[in-house]
């Protein structure tokens, strides 16, 4: 089944050969991609469109958040009412957007006029998906259709739970603009929603009513885990950060939709958008804490019997505990999870969490952690026993998330080199040329370990990000694209600071760059006349830096 995608509406002017899309999900977002450079290039297109990240589409939904904290209104107020007052709290939001071209690093990234929606929530702010104004260089907000457009800026983000709050810089903005309502439940099956925003197709709010049809604790980005819930409301480019309404009550945010699919659309709850404004009160978002130990299922009757488990017991397995946090390491292989806090855990590592809902256990994180810890209670080596396990926020990981950042490269001769993300592997994996497979079946690092830790201090993958630049050095070579360097020289690369040091501390006669990808080849150039390539490399194909200012400081430093 496909993954859902998020929507923004957008207007692309000139189009980026990779570039950085919205989070995960495929975006709904109005958009008008016009090449000026005459060329056709798939995975250009599909990094350009957003489609590094897994394909749930993203929508710029507007999200009319409201008054958070507000307690219940005991006045019977008519549903006419409710419309009312939402739709005074729906605002379109406009931002010009420039995403850094995960191929080509050292493009000026192109600019994108993307339309989303918000809603407006308690302190005189703005409530949206982060997807919507990641790397924003202007934003602007309207209440409505021939309203005056005001300027605003991004005061909090966090791309992972795909959330974002604006400031708007005149706050006569908000007469007349109440805060929402926020419903501190998380949504029931069949629950009737309605969904606010200013998708495509016309310029007045867009109201569209269905139900919510599931709730599930998953991962968004492959680094954030946290509560969403399937509707079928109809969702589309320009929805994304718009409210999810039931009974007057904001009750999620929208942010995408399963592409390929009729009427199944995706919301934010609000407890998760509860869990963000709170986190983000000192202006940062820290992050949620999670548990990463990798796990197993405890429904084989010969692995209870290993265990020694008791009848009527039941949990979930440790299969390889996470490293240290803090120094510390409670847990261990085989030890077996029965319950978190005062919530028993099944032995498919789901939790009950009301009548007729049951959530990974993980989700519980959140709410029963103290202090950077979360108490479990465990089965190990027969004996039942309660501990006190540090959880994190963050995951050091060998392919890190952008998250808003921009790729380092450094250009040696024919050859381009990057740090590897995640957000580059996701690009490729959304392609329809193959490269995702490619990759898998040459048991590249970027597949093979793209949910691993770090080895050591400072370990992050180096790769070719692109086809090498035409010039007679390398005639003769294959395509190097999405190849990972294993070795220059014989010495094993850590990271890109340390290829750029390697290269320039070089007296060899050769440089010998060899990769780790199965049926790669391995490049042999002659140092001095690589050197001397690079400069009519950088002229022929109208590139302005050798590297971008971190690598260039650490090549200029002899």
Not at 108 to 117: A, E, H, K
Not at 534 to 545: A, C, L
């Amino acid at each position: 089944m496909p993954a859902p995608s998020r929507c923004p509406r957008a207007r692309r002017e000139g189009v980026a050969r990779i570039s950085l899309s919205p989070p995960p999900n495929e975006a709904v977002a109005f958009v008008r991609r016009d090449r000026d450079d005459g060329r056709d290039d798939d995975l250009s297109d599909s990094l350009a469109r957003g489609s590094l990240m897994p394909r749930i589409t993203p929508l710029f939904v507007v999200l009319l958040l409201s008054s958070f904290g507000l307690a219940d209104d005991p006045k019977v107020v008519s549903d006419d009412d409710h419309d009312k007052a939402v739709r005074a709290s729906v605002v379109k939001i406009e931002a010009v957007t420039r995403r850094p071209d995960l191929s080509r690093p050292w493009l000026r990234p192109t600019s994108l006029d993307v339309g989303g929606s918000g809603m407006v929530i308690d302190g005189k702010r703005i409530l949206t998906n982060a997807h919507v104004v990641a790397y924003s260089t202007s934003v602007t907000v309207q209440s409505g259709k021939g309203s005056e457009k005001f300027s605003a800026k991004v005061e909090a983000i966090a791309t992972g739970i795909d959330l974002a709050v604006l400031k708007v810089d005149d706050e006569s903005f908000f007469e007349k603009k109440p805060p929402l309502p926020v419903s501190t439940a998380i949504p029931r099956d069949r629950e009737n929603v309605l969904v606010y925003g200013y998708p495509t197709g016309g310029a007045s709010v867009s109201v569209t009513k269905g139900i919510v049809s599931r709730v599930e604790f998953v991962d968004y980005d492959g680094e954030t885990s946290a509560l969403r819930a399937q509707v079928d409301a109809a969702i589309n480019p320009g929805n994304s950060g718009g409210p999810v309404v039931a009974g007057g009550k904001l009750v999620g945010v929208a942010f995408s939709r399963l592409g390929g699919a009729d009427n199944i659309g995706y919301m934010i709850p609000s407890v998760e958008v509860a869990l963000f404004l709170e986190d983000v009160k000192d202006g940062r978002y820290d992050g949620k804490p999670a548990l990463y130990d990798v796990l197993q299922t405890l429904e084989n009757p010969a692995l209870r019997k290993k265990l020694n488990v008791p009848a009527g017991v039941s949990g979930i397995v440790v299969h390889r505990p996470e490293p240290p946090i803090a120094g510390k390491t409670p847990l261990k292989e085989w030890d077996l999870i029965t319950k978190i806090g005062d919530h028993a855990v099944e032995n498919t590592g789901q939790s009950p969490v009301s009548e007729g809902l049951d959530l990974r256990f993980q989700y519980f994180v959140q709410t029963v952690a103290r202090d950077g810890n979360v108490p479990l209670t465990i089965l190990r080596d027969g004996k039942m026993m309660e501990i006190q396990v540090p959880v994190a926020s963050r995951r050091p990981l060998v392919l890190p998330s952008l998250k808003g950042g921009t790729p380092s490269y450094f250009i040696c001769g024919p050859l381009a080199f990057s740090n590897a993300t995640k957000d580059i592997v996701d690009g490729a994996e959304a392609m329809q040329r193959g490269w995702y497979a490619w990759m898998i079946g040459n048991r590249s690092p970027l597949t093979a370990r793209l949910y691993d830790r770090p080895e050591f201090d400072g370990e992050q993958l180096v790769m070719i990000p692109c086809p090498m630049f035409s010039h007679k050095i390398v005639r003769g070579y294959s395509d190097t694209s999405f190849q990972t360097v294993s070795e220059i020289n014989g010495v094993r690369i850590k990271n890109l600071r340390h290829l750029v040091e390697t290269i320039r501390d070089c007296k060899d006669e050769t440089l010998t760059i060899s990769f780790a990808e199965t049926h790669a080849e391995t490049i042999v150039l002659n140092r001095k006349e690589t050197l001397a390539a690079t400069e009519e490399v950088m002229i022929d194909n109208s590139i302005r830096k050798l590297a971008s200012d971190d690598m260039l400081a650490i090549w200029e430093k002899k």
